[in-house]
């Protein structure tokens, strides 16, 4: 038997550390530890909870809006806010965008890597690569000459050690399996992804004054005014620039994105068997289609169990609880309590290795997340659990890209619970949101041509108006999964706050009965070609795009250093 340790685990946002037992090639044990802290609940304990949403959308530097939205949410919760249409419409073209933008990088330069071989991209033929291109789609940048460019371009970058991101990878692993002419289409791709990236966010900065953390957010409803007729707000042109960014998303995530998802996956088919998992999806839904805390959603909620796709059940928030038994925090209770979210504590106690470390003692406490679950049983978030969760529920549109992206594979429902299937359903996601996005920005011109102009709650927003306590939860839909923010406020002031992030209901650790979290579970039974280079553990580990920086935050206002990476 073989102990390996992946730290830190790159291509993520934040810090992690996987350790795993290798027996037979394949893992028989794994164990998920985020190796820093968050405190952003504690910074939020006495302030203004009107300011809530500007802190905690600091959380992370690439999620950039989803803490905004479910903080505001929380607030709006609590004292009994409602935001105008045009508020609700704002906040799901900026929270779309940002789930479009999220799941093309994924796709292109945090998980592409796993499967494509760059070195192998030097050794294609430009004009086989022109002929794979043109075969799955027509897409323009697809001539021979177009592809020696990319060549040459690549070649030069090796040539004068500039590697970059392609520098530090498992090139020439055996585990790569597509041809050279399809890994240099994919390179090529990856840098198209990188502009398209940067003009598509543009999005955000017409609705939110910058990218990342907008800065149009307000409890109650929206900062941006919307006047027709005033150059000084969203008007007309505005409403013609956002059709021309959607449009332009559409365009690259049908012609581009898709056809080299189904490609890329067609040579990966044995990967619809690894990775499954816990088997537990949970969805709190997203994209409000009328107003109110009652409004059917675009995504609905809901709890599938033991991936029974024939019965999805009604989510119920008060049934989420968080563990600290194997969590670097103590609780008032002890530590095998489970404690709901409202009633949730932040206190840190370290009592782990001080770093580096070699091994963790992972019969104690061995991460700073907590253990999240839901009627008491883990739970995977995420782009696949969204679709699931609406493929079962019925939803037309999901029906119809899942059951088409499952026949052109020639794979049946079953692949969907593995790593194949999360990094589809990111993809299917993303062709379901380009497409809706233009229903939304088409009404906001509604809105603006029958005279609705209203962008905010002015009712709740003096603290004289609320109840002298309240307490309220907001849930959100990030691209990474389901996101929770509660908050408990006294007097106009916050008392209480508690965040539970998508990468802690994923990279959470085993719960007090023993129970592993969802990157633990789907680790086991993954194929090792070898120890030393444990490319398999990176494809299932990224299949679920980690964001350390959102389930732990460090702070230390005297600038200490609080953890040593050893790079392995």
Same mark, same amino acid.
């Given at each position: 038997?073989?102990?390996?340790? *992946?730290?830190?685990?790159?291509?993520?946002?934040?810090?992690?550390?996987?350790?795993?037992?290798?027996?037979?090639?394949?893992?028989?044990?794994?164990?998920?530890?985020?190796?820093?802290?968050?405190?952003?609940?504690?910074?939020?304990?006495?302030?203004?909870?009107?300011?809530?949403?500007?802190?905690?959308? /600091?959380?992370?530097?690439?999620?950039?809006?989803?803490?905004?939205?479910?903080?505001?949410?929380?607030?709006?919760?609590?004292?009994?806010?409602?935001?105008?249409?045009?508020?609700?419409?704002?906040?799901?073209?900026?929270?779309?965008?940002?789930?479009?933008?999220?799941?093309?990088?994924?796709?292109?330069?945090?998980?592409?890597?796993?499967?494509?071989?760059? &070195?192998?991209?030097?050794?294609?033929?430009?004009?086989?690569?022109?002929?794979?291109?043109?075969?799955?789609?027509?897409?323009?940048?697809?001539?021979?000459?177009?592809?020696?460019?990319?060549?040459?371009?690549?070649?030069?970058?090796?040539?004068?050690?500039?590697?970059?991101?392609?520098?530090?990878?498992?090139?020439?692993?055996?585990?790569?399996?597509?041809?050279?002419?399809?890994?240099?289409?994919?390179?090529?791709?990856?840098? +198209?992804?990188?502009?398209?990236?940067? +003009?598509?966010?543009?999005?955000?900065?017409?609705?939110?004054?910058?990218?990342?953390?907008?800065?149009?957010?307000?409890?109650?409803?929206?900062?941006?005014?919307?006047?027709?007729? =005033?150059?000084?707000?969203?008007?007309?042109?505005?409403?013609?620039?956002?059709?021309?960014?959607?449009?332009?998303?559409?365009?690259?995530?049908?012609?581009?994105?898709?056809?080299?998802?189904?490609?890329?996956?067609?040579?990966?088919?044995?990967?619809?068997?690894?990775?499954?998992?816990?088997?537990?999806?949970?969805?709190?839904?997203?994209?409000?289609?009328?107003?109110?805390?009652?409004?059917?959603?675009?995504?609905?909620?809901? &709890?599938?169990?033991?991936?029974?796709?024939?019965? *999805?059940?009604?989510?119920?928030?008060?049934?989420?609880?968080?563990?600290?038994?194997?969590?670097?925090?103590?609780?008032?209770?002890?530590?095998?309590?489970?404690?709901?979210?409202?009633?949730?504590?932040?206190?840190?106690?370290?009592?782990? #290795?001080?770093?580096?470390?070699? /091994?963790?003692?992972?019969?104690?406490?061995?991460?700073?997340?907590?253990?999240?679950?839901?009627?008491?049983?883990?739970?995977? *978030?995420?782009?696949?659990?969204?679709?699931? *969760?609406?493929?079962? =529920?019925?939803?037309?549109?999901?029906?119809?890209?899942?059951?088409?992206?499952?026949?052109?594979?020639?794979?049946?429902?079953?692949?969907?619970?593995?790593?194949?299937?999360?990094?589809?359903?990111?993809?299917? +996601?993303?062709?379901?949101?380009?497409?809706?996005?233009?229903?939304? &920005?088409?009404?906001?011109?509604?809105?603006?041509? /029958?005279?609705?102009?209203?962008?905010?709650?002015?009712?709740?927003?003096? #603290?004289?108006?609320? #109840?002298?306590?309240?307490?309220?939860?907001?849930?959100?839909?990030?691209?990474?999964?389901?996101?929770?923010?509660?908050?408990?406020?006294?007097?106009?002031?916050?008392?209480?706050?508690?965040?539970?992030?998508?990468?802690?209901?994923?990279?959470?650790?085993?719960?007090?009965?023993?129970?592993?979290?969802?990157?633990?579970?789907?680790?086991?039974?993954?194929?090792?070609?070898?120890?030393?280079? #444990?490319?398999?553990?990176?494809?299932?580990?990224?299949?679920?795009?980690?964001?350390?920086?959102?389930?732990?935050?460090?702070?230390?206002?005297?600038? /200490?250093?609080?953890?040593?990476?050893?790079?392995?």
């Amino acid at each position: 038997m073989t102990h390996i340790v *992946v730290d830190p685990v790159t291509r993520i946002e934040g810090h992690l550390r996987i350790e795993a037992e290798i027996d037979g090639g394949k893992v028989t044990d794994a164990w998920s530890s985020s190796t820093m802290f968050r405190g952003i609940e504690i910074i939020l304990q006495g302030r203004d909870p009107r300011d809530a949403w500007a802190f905690t959308q /600091r959380i992370c530097g690439v999620c950039t809006t989803v803490h905004a939205i479910a903080s505001i949410r929380a607030v709006e919760d609590a004292i009994g806010a409602v935001p105008p249409p045009n508020a609700r419409v704002l906040r799901n073209l900026i929270i779309a965008a940002q789930c479009v933008q999220d799941h093309v990088v994924h796709f292109y330069h945090l998980h592409a890597l796993d499967w494509v071989d760059v &070195v192998s991209a030097l050794s294609a033929d430009p004009g086989e690569t022109s002929t794979l291109a043109q075969s799955i789609s027509d897409w323009h940048n697809a001539s021979a000459t177009y592809f020696k460019t990319v060549k040459e371009r690549l070649r030069g970058f090796v040539e004068r050690g500039q590697l970059g991101p392609f520098a530090n990878a498992y090139w020439g692993h055996p585990a790569y399996k597509l041809p050279p002419a399809a890994n240099l289409m994919a390179v090529a791709h990856y840098l +198209e992804a990188l502009d398209w990236q940067r +003009e598509f966010i543009k999005l955000h900065a017409i609705l939110g004054g910058k990218n990342p953390h907008l800065q149009s957010f307000l409890v109650g409803g929206m900062a941006t005014p919307i006047d027709p007729n =005033s150059q000084a707000a969203l008007n007309i042109d505005t409403i013609a620039s956002l059709k021309h960014l959607i449009a332009g998303a559409r365009d690259f995530v049908s012609r581009v994105y898709i056809p080299d998802l189904l490609a890329v996956a067609s040579f990966y088919k044995d990967w619809a068997g690894y990775g499954a998992g816990v088997g537990n999806y949970m969805v709190y839904g997203e994209y409000p289609l009328t107003d109110g805390p009652k409004a059917p959603k675009f995504l609905p909620s809901g &709890v599938i169990r033991n991936r029974d796709l024939a019965h *999805v059940e009604p989510l119920d928030p008060q049934k989420i609880t968080e563990q600290v038994t194997h969590s670097w925090y103590d609780y008032e209770g002890g530590n095998a309590t489970a404690l709901h979210p409202s009633k949730g504590e932040t206190k840190p106690n370290y009592t782990g #290795p001080k770093p580096p470390y070699e /091994r963790l003692d992972t019969s104690a406490k061995y991460s700073w997340l907590k253990s999240p679950r839901y009627d008491g049983a883990p739970m995977e *978030v995420g782009p696949l659990s969204r679709m699931l *969760v609406a493929y079962a =529920s019925g939803h037309p549109q999901v029906k119809e890209l899942v059951d088409g992206a499952l026949t052109k594979l020639g794979v049946g429902a079953e692949a969907l619970f593995s790593t194949l299937g999360r990094v589809a359903a990111r993809g299917l +996601e993303t062709a379901l949101l380009a497409e809706k996005m233009g229903d939304w &920005v088409d009404e906001l011109a509604e809105n603006m041509g /029958r005279g609705e102009l209203r962008i905010h709650d002015n009712d709740k927003w003096d #603290p004289s108006s609320w #109840p002298a306590s309240a307490t309220g939860a907001g849930f959100h839909e990030a691209p990474r999964g389901a996101l929770g923010h509660w908050v408990h406020i006294e007097n106009g002031k916050i008392a209480r706050y508690q965040c539970i992030v998508p990468s802690t209901w994923n990279a959470g650790p085993r719960d007090s009965q023993g129970n592993r979290g969802p990157y633990e579970s789907a680790l086991l039974g993954t194929p090792i070609a070898d120890p030393e280079q #444990p490319i398999e553990i990176l494809r299932t580990v990224h299949s679920f795009d980690p964001c350390m920086a959102c389930g732990v935050h460090v702070v230390d206002p005297k600038g /200490r250093e609080l953890a040593h990476v050893k790079v392995r």
